[in-house]
C-alpha cells in the first residue's frame, strides 16, 4: 500500500466513525436550486445531515431515501399554536413527520421548534410559547410512536449564555433576564434524552466590533502557535479562537447549573463571502477550512474534548433572506446561488485534497445582460430612480464598501442593479426598460472579483423530471454500511494498485 493509499483508508476510517459533515438548507432564494440537484450537491460532498428551517414538501420529498439525517425546523411564527394545544402540535407532527417519515422515506432525527426565539431583537415574543410548544411537539412525537426516533431542540442563539466583563468562559452563566426559562428548557430536553443546539458566529463578533482581534476569530493553522493574537486566559486554559471560548462558556453556564453532560449541537457556524469588509473568499476558507478540519478529526474545546455535532451555515446563498443584520446575509454559502465553488475548501480535512464538487444538471437563463446603455448619461435624471427601482426588488447588496462589486464605477454600479433585476425577473421581455438607460448584452460585462449573474432557469428545470442520480463518490457513504463497503472497495483497489 502506497502512501497516497494509506491516508485514502485512513481518511474513510475517519468518516465512517466521526460525525460527518452537515449542513444547514435554507429556502428564502428568489429562484432556488431544485430540491433533487441539492441532495446530490450534499451526497457528492459528503454531507450526512441537513438542517431545514421549515417543513418544505419539495425539499422533504428529494430528502426520501436519500440517507441524509434531517433535523426538520419549525419557525418562530408557529411556536403560540404549537404551544395553544397538543392537537395542534399531533396535526403538525403527523402532517410534516410521520408522513415523510413513513411515506417517503425521510429519516428524521430532530424537529427543531423555533429559531433563535429569545434574540434579544424579538422583545421577548417568544419567551412564553417556546417551552409549551416544545412540550407539545415531544408529547406529539410520542403519541406518533416517534418518541425514540425523533428527538426535540430549540436552536438558540449565543446570546442565551454570557460571561462577566472579564470575558473568561469560568464566568459563563446563562442572561439573567432568561435564566429560569433556560433551566427549564435544559431540564425537559435532557429529560427525554434531546440535546441543547446553539448557533456560534465568530463573525458576527468580528462584525460587531471593529476593535475585535482578527485572528482570534479564526481558528489556529495546524502547527503555528498563535503569537499575533493575545489569547483569553482562563485559569490552566489559553484560548486562541472566540468559538472555543464561546462554546466552553456554555459548559461552564451548564456546569454550574447541575448539566455537565448536557449533549449540545452546534445549530449553525460559518462565515459569508460577501456585503462587509469582513465578508469574502479568502476569510470564508480560512474560517471554514479551519471548522471542517475539526470536525474530521473530531477535536473538541479545551472544556469538552469530544466534538459536537456541527451544522455548516449554510450551504447555498439565499438572494431573498432579510438583510436587517446586514448585507453579508445572503451570502453565507459554501456555494454560490446555483452550486457552483466559491472557494476550494477541502473537506478531508487537511488529510487528502478532496475538493468540492459543484452542482451538476443546472439549467440557466440565456446568456445575456442588461446594462447601463452605452449612449445613455450618468447625468441623466432618471438614473438614481432607475436605480432605485432595480434594487427594491433584486439582490443589490454585491455593492457596497468592501463587498465584490464595491468597486464599479456609477456606470458599472447602474449596469450591475439593471442585471439583477434583469435576472431576477426571469429576464423578461420589459425587464431591461429603465427609461431608456438600459440595454441587452451578450458580452458578459463581469470585472475582477464582480460577477453579472445569470439566473437559474426555474421553467426549464419545472418540465424536466430530472433522472434520480444516485452517483457514489468515495466521500459520500450515506450509512455506515456504505461507508464499511467503501472501506472495504478502497483497500481492494489499494493491494491491487
Ligand atoms: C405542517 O402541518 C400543519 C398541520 O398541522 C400545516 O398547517 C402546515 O402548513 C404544515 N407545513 C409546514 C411547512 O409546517
Ligand atoms: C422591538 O421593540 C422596539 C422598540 O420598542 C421596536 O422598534 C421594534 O420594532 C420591536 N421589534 C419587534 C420584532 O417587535
Ligand atoms: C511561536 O511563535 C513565535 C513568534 O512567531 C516564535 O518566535 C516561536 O519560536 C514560536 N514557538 C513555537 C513553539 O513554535
Ligand atoms: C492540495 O492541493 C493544493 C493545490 O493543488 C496543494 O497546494 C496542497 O499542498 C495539497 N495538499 C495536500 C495535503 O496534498
Ligand atoms: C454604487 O451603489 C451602491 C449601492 O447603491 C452605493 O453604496 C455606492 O456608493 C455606489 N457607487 C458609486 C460609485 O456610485
Ligand atoms: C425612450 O425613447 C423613445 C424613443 O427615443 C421615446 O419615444 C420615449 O419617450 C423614451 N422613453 C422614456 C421613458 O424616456
Partial sequence: MDIRCSLLVLYMVVIAEGGGLACNWGLQATHPLPPKIVVK???????????????????????????????????NDFLAP????????????????SSYISKTGVDIRYVAVGNEPFLKTYNDTFLQTTLPALQNIQAALIKAGLGRQVKVTTPLNADVYQTDSSGVPSAGNFRSDIHDLMISIITFLSDNGAPLTINIYPFLSLYADPNFPVDYAFFPTSGSNISTSSPVVDGPISYTNVFDANFDTLIWALEKNGFASMPIIVGEVGWPTDGDINANNENAHRFNQGLVNRIIQGQGTPKRNTSPDIYLFALIDEDAKSIQPGNFERHWGVFNYDGTIKYPLDLGGGNTNQTLTPATGVRYLARQWCIMAPEASNLDPNLPSSINEACT?????????????????????????????????????????????????????????????????????????????????????????????????????????
Fill in 393 to 497: 426588488y433584486a439582490d443589490c447588496t454585491s455593492l457596497g464598501y468592501g463587498s465584490s462589486c464595491g468597486e464599479l464605477d456609477v456606470r458599472g454600479n447602474a449596469s450591475y442593479t439593471f442585471n439583477m433585476y434583469y435576472q431576477t425577473m426571469n429576464q423578461q421581455k420589459g425587464a431591461c426598460q429603465f427609461s431608456n438607460l438600459s440595454a441587452i448584452t451578450t458580452v458578459d460585462p463581469s470585472q475582477d472579483s464582480c460577477v453579472f449573474k445569470i439566473m437559474i432557469n426555474l421553467g426549464r428545470h419545472e418540465q424536466t423530471t430530472s433522472p434520480s442520480t444516485s452517483s457514489f463518490g468515495i466521500t459520500c457513504n450515506q450509512d455506515s454500511s456504505i461507508a464499511f463497503a467503501a472501506l472495504v472497495s478502497s483497500f481492494i483497489i489499494c493491494f491491487l494498485s
Fill in 41 to 75: 450537491l450534499m451526497k457528492d460532498n459528503g454531507f450526512e445531515k441537513v438542517k431545514l428551517f421549515e417543513a418544505d414538501p419539495e425539499a422533504l420529498k428529494a430528502l426520501g431515501n436519500s440517507g441524509i439525517q434531517v433535523m426538520l425546523g419549525i419557525p
Fill in 82 to 97: 404549537l404551544a395553544s394545544s397538543v392537537r395542534i402540535a399531533e396535526d403538525w407532527v403527523s402532517q410534516n413527520v
